[in-house]
C-alpha cells in the first residue's frame, strides 16, 4: 500500500513540474510566433546586425558616448529616423547603426575642426576659420559617404532588376510558383536585388502577407522600375491576372528601359566631354599649332 501511494505521489510531482513547464514556455512562444513580433526581429536584424565594427582581434570598435550626444545635439529633431532611412538604402552596411553614425559625426567634428585649428595657429582669425571649416566638414562627411553607398546600392538595384525578372519569368513559366521562383532567384543571383528577394521572402515565410512583403522592399529602395513593378503584380493578383503573363510584360519593359537609359548616356558622353576638349586638349593644340607662327610674325613685325 505504501509503495502504490509512493507511485502515486512520484507521478502526480512530475506531472505538475510538466505543467509549470509548459505553462512558462508556451506564453513565451506564443510572443514569438506572432507575426508582428516576427517582422520587428527581422527589421532589428537587418537594422542592426552588429552593434560595431571588429577590430583585428575581434573585439568591437566603441566610441565615447559624448561623441554621439555631441552629434545628436548638432542634428535637427528626427535625425534617427533619417539616418535609419539611409541605412536602408544603403543595405545597411554590417556594424552601422543611426546612433554609431552620430558618434562619428561628432568625432569628424572633433577631429577635423582640431586639425584645421592646428593648421591656422599664426593668426586668430585662421585659426577661428579653419577651425570652422574643419568642424563642418568633419561633420557632414559621414552623411556624404552613406548618402554615395546608398545611391550606388540604388543603381546596383536598377541594374540588376531586368536580369532578375527575366529569370523569374523563366521559372514561373517552366511550373513554379511565384514564391519558389523568387527563391530560385535569390539563390542563383548576387548583389542587393538577390538580397532584398531574401527578406521578402523571410518576411512571406512567417506569414506575412505578399503584398506587404513586396511593398516593404519597395520601401527600401527609390528604383521607380522595381515599383511599377510591384504595384503591376499586385493589382494582377487582386484581380485574378495569370502571375505569368505580368512578369513578361514587366521583364520585356524593363529591357527596354534599360536599353534606353543606355542610349542617354551616350548621348550624353558628347557633352561632358566638350570641357575637358576646351580646356585641356584645345589650349595644347593652339601652342603647337600657332605657336612657331606668332613667334616668326613677331620677329618679322617687331625685330624680335
Known amino acids: 500500500m505504501s509503495s502504490s501511494l509512493l507511485l502515486d505521489g512520484a507521478l502526480g510531482a512530475f506531472g505538475l513540474g510538466l505543467a509549470l513547464l509548459v505553462a512558462a514556455l508556451v506564453p513565451h512562444a506564443s510572443r ?15 537594422a542592426q546586425r552588429t552593434a560595431a565594427l571588429p577590430q583585428r582581434g575581434g573585439q568591437p570598435t566603441v566610441l565615447p558616448g559624448w561623441l554621439r550626444w555631441l552629434g545628436l545635439r548638432l542634428s535637427p ?64 562627411l559621414p552623411d556624404l559617404l552613406l548618402h554615395n553607398a546608398a545611391l550606388k546600392r540604388q543603381q546596383r ?26 527563391a530560385q532567384v535569390a539563390r542563383n543571383t548576387r548583389g542587393p536585388i538577390a538580397e532584398e528577394f531574401t527578406r521578402a521572402l523571410q518576411e512571406m515565410q512567417i506569414g506575412a502577407p505578399r503584398s506587404q512583403a513586396l511593398r516593404g522592399m519597395v520601401a527600401r529602395t527609390t528604383v521607380p522600375e522595381l515599383r511599377v ?52 586638349l584645345f ?22
Open 157 to 182: 538595384v536598377q541594374q540588376g532588376l531586368p536580369d532578375a525578372l527575366d529569370m523569374l519569368t523563366v521559372c514561373v513559366e517552366a511550373g513554379l510558383g511565384f514564391d519558389s521562383a523568387l
Open 32 to 46: 514569438q510566433r506572432g507575426v508582428g513580433g516576427a517582422l520587428a526581429a527581422i527589421e532589428q536584424h537587418y
Open 77 to 140: 529633431s528626427g535625425v534617427g529616423t533619417r539616418l535609419q532611412r539611409k541605412l536602408d538604402l544603403a543595405g545597411n552596411p554590417r556594424g552601422w547603426t543611426a546612433d554609431r553614425i552620430l558618434a562619428v559625426k561628432g568625432l569628424g567634428l572633433v577631429a577635423l575642426g582640431g586639425i584645421g585649428g592646428l593648421y591656422g595657429l599664426h593668426g586668430v582669425d585662421t585659426f577661428i576659420g579653419f577651425a570652422l571649416v574643419g568642424g563642418v566638414a568633419g561633420f557632414f
Open 283 to 304: 589650349p595644347a593644340l593652339f601652342v603647337v599649332i600657332l605657336g612657331p607662327g606668332i613667334i616668326e610674325a613677331m620677329r618679322i613685325l617687331f625685330g624680335k
Open 229 to 280: 513593378f510591384v504595384s503591376a503584380l499586385i493589382q494582377a493578383n487582386e484581380l485574378g491576372v495569370p502571375v505569368a503573363q505580368v512578369l513578361r510584360q514587366q521583364a520585356s519593359e524593363m529591357r527596354v528601359r534599360r536599353r534606353q537609359r543606355a542610349e542617354e548616356k551616350a548621348q550624353k558622353v558628347t557633352v561632358k566631354i566638350l570641357f575637358p576638349l576646351i580646356f585641356c
